[in-house]
DNA sequence: TTTTTTATTTAAACACTGTTCAATATTTTT
DNA sequence: AAAAATATTGAACAGTGTTTAAATAAAAAA
């Protein structure tokens, strides 16, 4: 059946264009000033002609939150052949910092727009899920070397996740024009190393 | 001028009016799903008559916002007679952390949502630095006491703040269903004492 | 090739949104 | 009581997400 392989194909391709569009409305214009009639005018199709390949808003909205994702996942895997726990452990902090910061947008959708993963069994909240997984682990790996003694390392790793998403949280709305001369990227980061260096006296 | 007294009376009690009908429907429903027809229905008045005293639905949302930081930053004065900075800055967090799980809907509208604080000459804004510049204040008087050595106050500031919103931010998403087995309430304050764990050893 | 069936696309409609504005009602001043 | 100022309204505008019947395009069957 070469014709309805090639069907597919082309179910594929437009799912795939209009993906494209979206990204590039979502990313540039924010969730909500992205409308359905834009993105439907950004790949010369008609408003209605999405609602064959995607169920609503909703759904486009959720694989761009999946691809950023796997996108910081990606990033952060590389990291993996550090050997030291705790090395790793600071470097991704360095590393979800930069992401913030290179992929603003992106990251906006992932973790502060409201519509995102109303339902625990979505794909995206699996791969937030596995990130979070990957904290753990270093946090646990470090404890058998020694390091945050008498620490429960659950709570010890979301305190970790809230001081990253905290500090590219503020960055994201802008709400650090409180610190007068410094700029953003100074504060992200000279603010996570004050905090590295408390995990290192820990 | 008796009567001119009475007129801005009515004029204040209006305003005060659509801001109870407002608050009633934005801490209820959350910023998007509140509507000017909403709020007018909830008062029983047509939703043109509003616009007679808010310039627009950004306004009204902004008068909440600023009351959102009086009642947390009222909340924070009390500390100001504890004495000791460290034990002040350990209790603010915690004030502050209290005050996010007992006003998740302010805390949205005041840190969250996107609306707020548009240009840096809004009251909400400059209240806001008023926080801030309170955080600063104690981290400053722990390190004439000693804490936090070698630390640049404006940085560990940031990042202490960081700390505090991150918990809160992640809180009011509910993005911690990861944790299984703990509640929200156990996270953040467990979260946030490991955190504490960290600057008694700095 | 022509007809029938299926898949895809579209324009129009629905119920909503924030906001504006001319018309109306109310109140105050003359 | 008439005129002027103030307050309120309902309709309208341009926008939103989504549904749906109709139109078109494509594929399969005759």
Redesign the interface.
């Known amino acids: 059946m070469g014709i309805a392989e090639r069907k597919l194909e082309d179910k594929q391709e437009m799912h795939a264009k209009i993906l494209n569009g979206a990204r590039k409305v979502f990313l540039a214009k ?1 969730y ?1 000033q992205t409308s359905m009639r834009n993105i439907a005018s950004e790949i010369n199709y008609s408003p209605g002609s999405i609602y064959f390949y995607f169920k609503d808003k909703s759904e486009i909205f959720h694989e761009l939150h999946k691809e950023g994702f796997q996108l910081l996942l990606s990033q952060l895997k590389v990291l993996e052949k550090v050997g030291d726990p705790f090395e790793q452990l600071k470097a991704s902090g360095r590393v979800f910092i930069q992401f913030a910061q290179e992929n603003k947008d992106y990251y906006n959708l992932m ?2 727009v ?1 519509d ?2 109303k339902d ?1 069994a979505s794909e995206g ?1 699996k791969i ?2 596995e990130a ?2 990957y904290m753990h682990g270093m946090v646990t790996e470090c404890q058998l070397k020694g390091k945050f003694k008498n ?2 390392t ?3 790793t ?2 970790i ?7 590219c ?2 960055f994201c ?1 802008h ?5 007068v001369g ?1 700029t953003d990227e100074e ?1 992200m980061h ?6 590295v ?3 290192e ?2």
């Open positions: 924010g909500d973790f502060i409201d995102s993963v625990s909240f937030a899920e979070i997984r620490m429960d659950e709570y010890f979301f305190m996740i809230s001081v990253l998403h905290g500090i949280a503020l709305k709400r650090n024009t409180s610190f410094k504060l000279n603010g996570y190393e004050s905090f260096g408390l995990l006296k820990g």
